[in-house]
């Protein structure tokens, strides 16, 4: 005979700003889902993969125009904890942890296999950080930096000039010597480039020559009164961290777009198609809408000179949600392939290759849960409506006194008269008790 308890399983629910978290605790594990609705832009895929259909869609074509509400409902009680969701979210609205272990870092949890790697073709340099739609690429500068060389001089003369058709604007000058200023731009999904010009403050500059060896590109000349030899072994090599916090990357490409030293390579998570329906786009207000521009987590979408709008295809990364958010209709979005970490043999990787099948396919085949144990929930008790006790006869009489004498309340005179009558009391009485204490 077997005397062990059967398993206790316990789950909480509670909302912490933006994160709806959801905990299932058991004897032997404690798993942790938080769902950040602010950081979902709808795409619909957690509502794909989910087994249980524990998930289902919020409205998202009123959230992409403004509406501040999750896109997607999770119902916590049809939740098995299973981690599909966490683990083909491509723009990590979903998290989960395992024991306090996050989902992503355990084999048995198969996972979108994407993310940017940085080569050592990298030198490193700002372009790529202020072109970043998520700013989700962050560089520390390790180098010696102009003042801890050669402090500024006043009174010094020369010239300086920066030959712009050899210089990337890669910011390192401005990142090393003050004197000179980047003209910042916002990037676009077709003009990805964060800044506009270069220039230089003569103001702060004391032409010491250091930046022209320093400049990666040779694109500066200085004139001033300083040996160009000697300068280049002052001068410090380019050296830092470039760093990418996963957590926020969309695997948008736009690093690797506009990098000049093809530093940057990214590994989307989808390969597929999108495209434009003509035929719905009459109905189409870019302007007013937005919504395919609100969703898009890899800033896709354009307004170009000669069309209502369009997306740029190269930083499309197939999640869908512009097709949910479109109100007319016009966006067509097809995944063909899903890049994922391997399916080990698990009891449970069938459903977890079915999970990724769906990603493809229009249909979601969930696992048989006919021989599913099933718990009768008790029936809800009715309870019989409250009938309010019959007034007794004193108090009716109570009643009655009260509504007679309520009509008297409402005429200013009476009440005149009655405070009138309480002032004389009221002072007759403080002058009995200034004659008692004389």
């Known amino acids: 005979m077997n005397d062990e308890k059967p398993l206790e399983v316990t789950v909480d629910s509670e909302v912490n700003g933006p994160h709806f978290q959801f905990t299932q605790r058991t004897g032997k594990s404690k798993r942790v889902l938080d769902y950040d609705y602010k950081r979902c832009n709808g795409c619909g895929l957690c509502i794909e993969v989910c087994p249980k259909k524990a998930i289902e869609p919020g409205p998202l074509i009123e959230i992409a125009t403004g509406l501040d509400a999750p896109p997607v409902i999770v119902d916590h009680t049809r939740?098995?904890?299973c981690g599909m969701c966490a683990s083909f979210c491509p723009v990590k609205a979903f998290k989960m942890t395992l024991n306090d272990r996050n989902i992503l870092e355990l084999a048995e949890f198969p996972h979108l296999d994407s993310g940017v790697v940085f080569n050592d073709k990298c030198l490193p340099c700002l372009i790529c950080v202020k072109a970043c739609p998520e700013e989700a690429i962050s560089v520390e500068f390790t180098f010696q930096k102009k003042e801890a060389i050669a402090p500024f001089k006043s009174g010094k003369t020369g010239e300086i000039e920066a030959d712009m058709e050899k210089c990337t604007l890669c910011g390192l000058c401005v990142e090393f010597c003050p004197a000179f200023v980047l003209v910042e731009k916002k990037p676009e999904a077709n003009d990805l480039m964060p800044f506009d010009d270069l220039l230089v403050d003569r103001t702060k500059c004391d032409y010491c020559g250091l930046c022209v060896p320093f400049c990666p590109e040779e694109a500066i000349k200085v004139k001033g009164d300083f040996n160009?030899?000697?300068?280049?072994?002052?001068?410090?090599?380019?050296?830092?961290?470039?760093?990418?916090?996963?957590d926020k990357c969309t695997r948008c490409g736009w690093c690797e777009a506009v990098c000049p030293y093809d530093a940057a390579v990214v590994t989307k998570p989808f390969e597929g198609e999108i495209e434009l329906i003509d035929a719905k786009l009459k109905g189409c207000d870019p302007v007013g809408c937005h919504g395919c521009f609100n969703v898009c987590p890899s800033k896709a979408w354009i307004i170009p000179a000669d069309k209502k709008i369009d997306v740029v295809r190269d930083f499309c990364t197939y999640c869908g949600a512009c097709e949910k958010a479109c109100?007319?209709?016009?966006?067509?979005?097809?995944?063909?392939?899903?890049?994922?970490?391997?399916?080990i043999e698990t009891p449970w990787a069938q459903d977890w290759k079915m999970a990724i099948?769906?990603?493809?396919?229009?249909?979601?085949?969930?696992?048989?849960?006919?021989?599913?144990?099933?718990?009768?929930?008790?029936?809800?008790?009715?309870?019989?409506?409250?009938i309010r006790p019959d007034v007794n006869h004193k108090l009716k009489l109570v009643e009655e006194r009260i509504s007679s004498v309520s009509s008297l309340l409402g005429n200013k005179a009476v009440r005149h008269a009655w405070e009138k009558k309480e002032a004389a009391v009221a002072a007759a009485e403080i002058k009995k008790r200034l004659l008692k204490q004389q």
Do not use: M, Y
Not at 228 to 246: F, H, M, Q, S, W
Not at 329 to 337: E, L
Not at 361 to 384: F, G, H, M
């Open 228 to 246: 160009l030899e000697d300068v280049k072994k002052l001068a410090p090599k380019i050296t830092g961290t470039i760093r990418v916090d996963n």
């Open 357 to 386: 099948a769906s990603l493809t396919a229009d249909d979601r085949n969930r696992p048989d849960t006919s021989r599913t144990l099933q718990v009768d929930k008790p029936e809800r008790k009715i309870e019989p409506l409250l």
């Open 79 to 81: 939740c098995s904890f």
């Open 327 to 343: 109100h007319v209709n016009a966006i067509g979005v097809k995944r063909k392939a899903v890049k994922h970490t391997p399916v």
